[in-house]
């Protein structure tokens, strides 16, 4: 399961990512980056990829196997044994 920015998520989407990795322990959860929020405009914020990894690991009860965004020692790692 890959999570990352998600601009049409909805329940049944992060219902089925949590179902798969609560019922298969050798599905990898894998994040895009841990980001809780992004700049939006001068003033605002929005949510960014990591309120999405926060709620899947929630429901899911695990944390991500790998982050693989900016920057991320656990990815540089995979790719360098790989």
């Known amino acids: 399961v ?9 329940y049944y989407k992060l219902c089925r990512a949590a179902n798969y990795l609560w019922q298969n322990p050798d599905c990898l959860f894998v994040a ?21 990894v926060a709620a899947l690991a929630t429901a899911s009860g695990r944390r991500p196997d ?11 790692r995979h790719l360098l044994e790989s």
């Open 32 to 52: 895009t980056n841990p980001d809780p929020r992004a700049k939006v405009g001068v003033r605002g914020i929005g949510c960014a990829a990591g309120c999405l």
């Open 66 to 76: 790998m982050v693989c965004g900016k920057p991320s020692a656990g990815l540089a």
């Open 2 to 10: 890959v999570v990352g920015a998600d601009f049409e998520i909805g």
